[in-house]
């Protein structure tokens, strides 16, 4: 650019200005049309840069965000706000409870709403393993499929015998008066990836309100769906005795109701946050279950005697009944069944059942999900369909 050239330039920038100086609003120098000069855009650009750390530039772009949703919500009271109310939590679990009637919801009156279509029922076999008696007479094949064994007990062939477990009786009266399951939770308080704190339907006590709706609707069982927490004292999650706290409050419900045949406490596992236990299942993702079976044995004691439990074998039997009916339907829905050294209230029922239902990584649907095949491998053995 020659000297000539750069003069020009300097002089058309002075008539411009001279010439906003005396023109009217909105052309005038109160407003922002000198911005419009690269000159000017230019040292704005410097200065704000200069002056402004990236710390500031955070916290400005924060109370931005926090304004503008502020601006938003009240624009219309009904946009952009979720429903939070909770059911209030306990502050404690007594250890006596004088009555156990109003903790106990019956299905009917659950108002919680199913989010999920209940899937068709699976009538055509697809397993994917070999399921034959042959194959599952062979205990290290039969341990290996089908069992986790914690390495604080130990097992044998005497105990896991597929034979007698498929040939033990575990169908429910269908001329019963009254319930036929209940279904409680050790750890009320278990919670899924997308969770709201406080919110007691997105934990697992939401999923057993789901499950109980499946069995009654679906299914024609009259279920009793225990809601209370054992797993918070004082108003702080404590799950020390939290078996203890649910025993206490679960046997004067059996006692009371004799027709409950089917016990199960449902909870969620606990696993690396790197971990997702989700298959497909009807075209929706769906959490993957575990069965949680305790053998009241361990390496370091032997019988653990002050744990008795003349069902174990029963236990066993229902858990492998039901893991039989996943492999032959919905062989990617389940993950075996873990064998541990102590009780977790098995003893309640012969057709007691600990299920462990996805996992803290999967969603709150993915679990729901997962209840729509568990109601129909759990009906097929209590029907033996």
């Known amino acids: ?58 916290l400005l772009m924060e109370r931005n965000g926090m304004y503008l949703a502020e601006k938003y919500e009240n624009t219309d009271p009904g946009i952009g706000k979720e429903a939070t109310e909770t059911a209030p939590v306990p502050t404690a679990v007594p250890t006596k409870i004088p009555s156990v009637t109003p903790a106990v919801t019956a299905v009917p009156s659950v108002t919680t709403t199913l989010s999920v279509t209940p899937l068709p029922r699976a009538e055509t076999p697809c397993p994917e393993v070999d399921l034959s008696s042959e194959r599952l007479a062979d205990y290290d094949y039969f341990l290996n499929q089908f069992f986790i064994v914690d390495e ?93 706290y649910a025993r206490e409050y679960v046997e004067p419900i059996l006692k009371k109701n004799p027709s409950v045949e089917v016990v199960i406490d449902l909870h969620r596992d606990g696993v690396d946050e790197d971990c ?24 370091s004691q032997g019988q653990v005697e002050y744990l008795p439990n003349p069902y174990i074998e029963d236990n066993l039997a229902f858990s492998f009944q039901l893991e039989y009916q996943a492999a032959m339907y919905y062989p990617k829905l389940y993950r075996g069944i873990y064998l541990a050294g102590l009780r977790y209230n098995l003893h309640l029922r012969p057709r007691a059942l600990l299920l462990e239902a996805g996992a803290q990584t999967n969603t709150l649907q993915e679990v729901k999900n997962a209840m729509e095949p568990f109601a129909d491998i759990l009906d097929k053995v209590l029907k033996k369909k």
């Not at 010439?19 to 200065?47: C, G, N, Q, W």
């Not at 236990?277 to 929706?284: D, Q, S």
């Open 1 to 58: 650019m020659t000297r000539f050239r750069k003069a020009f330039g300097i002089l058309l920038n002075l008539c411009f200005f001279s010439a906003l100086a005396i023109l009217p609003e909105p052309f005038s120098l109160h407003t922002d049309v000198y911005r419009l000069l690269p000159v000017y855009h230019f040292l704005e650009k410097k200065e704000r840069t200069g002056r402004e750390d990236p710390e500031t530039g955070e």
């Open 152 to 244: 604080n007990t130990e097992a044998s062939a005497n105990q896991l015998n597929a034979a007698a477990f498929l040939e033990k009786d575990l169908t429910v009266s269908s001329e019963a008066k009254g319930p036929q399951i209940l279904i409680y939770h050790s750890h009320s308080q278990e919670g899924f990836a997308d969770s709201r704190e406080g919110v007691t339907e997105d934990t697992v006590t939401g999923v057993g309100d789901y499950l109980a709706e499946l069995l009654t609707e679906q299914y024609g069982y009259e279920v009793l769906h225990v809601r209370e927490s054992f797993d918070i004292i004082d108003g702080e999650l404590d799950r020390s005795k939290a078996y203890d």
């Open 276 to 299: 997702r236990l989700v298959t497909e299942i009807n075209g929706k993702p769906t959490a993957q279950i575990m069965f949680y079976n305790g053998l009241s044995y361990t390496k």
